[in-house]
Structures are given as C-alpha cells and as structure tokens.
C-alpha cells in the first residue's frame, strides 16, 4: 500500500511516491488563503566521535582453518558491516594481515553507541572474535568516490520541466533547501543540509532498509540564493543496477512579478541504452507531479 498523506483540513490523499518519486493522486481540497511559511530554525549540525575497533579471532589457526558454520557467520558479518556503511556509521573496514585482525573506523554520536556497533558484530556475538575499541579523530581522508558512481557513457539529451508557483522566490528557495520546506511538498521525512557536499536526502519508503528508502546518499552539487540549486540524485530501486548510479538536478529560481516565481528544473547526466530510456521517461512522468504538488503546496497548504 501507498503511505496516506493528509492536508490541515483533514482531508486524506493518497500518495504514490515509492522510493524516489511516483505519481501522487490528490483530492480536490477546499482553497486556503496564501500565507506565507513561518521561518524555519534549521537544527545545528550533528557532532560525531570517531573509534577504532579491532577485531580479534579467539582461537590459534584463525582466520584460516574457518569452517563452514564460521564462513556463514561471517558472511552475515560483512552484511551487518555494509549495513552501517551504508548509514555512514562505519566509514571503513576489512582484514589486517601479518597479525590477523580486523579494522572497523566508526563514526557515531558517543562511545555507547560505539560498543553497541561492535558487541553486535555477528563475529563477536558468535564468539570468534573479540574487539577492542579505541576513541580516535579521522583528521584526514581521501574523498573516494567510484567511477561506478556515474554512467560510463554519457547520453547527449537532458530533461527539462518549468512551473509558475503563486508564491515569492524566497518562499520557494525556503521550500527547496530546508528540511521542512521539502517535507511541507515532496515526501514526509527529508534532510537537507545546506553546503557544498551536504546531505540531499529525501526518503519515501520508511520501512525499508536504509538505502533503498529514497535518495540515501545523494549531495548538494553547488547554490546560488537564492537562484540556484544543483544535487545528486538516484533511482529507484526497482530500476536494479541503476539504483547505484547518479545523475543531477539544477534548480533556478526567478520572480517574475511579485508573488509569483518561475521554478526552471533539468535533469541531467543521462546514460545510454534501454535501461536509461525507461528511467529518463520515468522521471519525466514524475517531475511533473513533483512540480505540481509544489505549486499546490502554495495554493492549499503543506502536505503533513
């Protein structure tokens, strides 16, 4: 089933946005006068600690002789680890060789959190390891980012849509580069943060695992305020292998009288072959309700 969405006025709306953007069907509200959005007091950046675990095997010979019950066990180990890569929790891990043990570098809210991430490591809760933790500060980091990221050939066309939104183009660059603004038309739970590299994600699917919820790991690209607005983003899930790849998205932004701004969208960074045309005609069915729902986010009130 489709999450519910519901306007102030108590009217339900059936929402079909599944993991990026599907079609929102919406009944007709009863019109509410334009007020503009009360400013809204963005929380202050999350501050992080950061750990070294080591995992250490139990018993003489391992990792070498594992058996076939140890071989399942860590696999569901490395599983459990791609997990909280994924929410970027463990920023890396894998095998040291020489003395054998494994390097897990977290990056988590306090030491509790730290230990809870290591003690319920399938290895250790398995019994063959067990780790030690030290409190760290990663100064340095390369910025590694896959070539697998983007596609390996570009298509020439681009996707380009336009709407005309009652509402002045500060109005409409608050509801583009808040999390509140986002949540108040595109999907009940988004974060924004707004910096070169800082997180664009939009999630639709709550109950999913983390990654195939919306646009996990997608970033800010570049911001002109309040003109410009450039950010990553993905596919669905059920587009398969091109979950993993990243196209982009400009925002432009201009008041053409007061009161009444033009919203300028393309998407671009396109792949080739049959996979990307079904994607590219999917988004241009969905840009549509998105800019639409923006336009009525100004007409009838935020969607809660």
């Known amino acids: 089933m489709f999450p519910l969405l519901k306007r102030k006025s108590g009217k339900t709306i059936k929402s079909g946005i599944f993991a990026i953007l599907i079609s929102i069907v919406m009944a007709t509200p009863g019109l509410r006068s334009q007020t503009p959005p009360e400013p809204v007091e963005e929380p202050a950046m999350p501050e992080y600690k950061e750990y070294l675990g080591k995992l250490i095997g139990l018993r003489p010979g391992w990792p070498d002789d594992m058996t076939p019950d140890e071989e399942k066990v860590m696999s569901r180990h490395f599983i459990y680890l791609k997990d909280l890569v994924d929410k970027k929790k463990v920023l890396m891990a ?19 959190e730290a230990n809870d991430i290591m003690k319920n490591d399938p290895s250790v809760m398995a019994a063959l ?20 990221r983007l596609p390996h050939i570009f298509s020439r066309r681009d996707l380009r849509k336009d709407i005309i939104v009652p509402a002045s183009r500060d109005q409409v660059w608050a509801a583009w580069t808040t999390s509140e603004g986002l949540k108040s038309f595109f999907s009940p739970a988004a974060e924004i943060e707004l910096r ?22 997608c970033f800010v690209l570049s911001y002109l305020p309040p003109e410009m607005l450039s950010f990553e983003w ?22 053409i009288e007061p009161g009444k701004t033009s919203v300028e969208l393309a998407h671009l960074g396109w792949g080739e072959g049959e996979e990307w045309d079904k994607l590219f005609e999917y988004f241009d069915r969905a840009w549509d309700t998105v800019l639409a729902n923006l336009r009525k986010r100004f007409i009838d009130g935020p969607l809660e």
């Open 94 to 112: 894998g095998p040291c060789f020489g003395d054998k043990f494994g390097l897990v570098v977290l990056r988590t809210d306090d030491e509790n």
């Open 129 to 148: 390891h067990r780790y030690e933790l030290h409190e760290m500060a990663v100064s340095l980091m390369a910025h590694n980012l896959s070539a697998d």
């Open 234 to 255: 993905n596919a669905p899930p059920s587009f398969g292998k091109l979950r993993d790849k990243r196209t982009h998205v400009v925002l432009q932004f201009r008041e």
């Open 196 to 217: 070169v590299g800082g997180k664009f994600e939009i999630q639709f699917i709550l109950e999913a695992p983390y990654g195939r919820r919306g646009s996990e790991d």
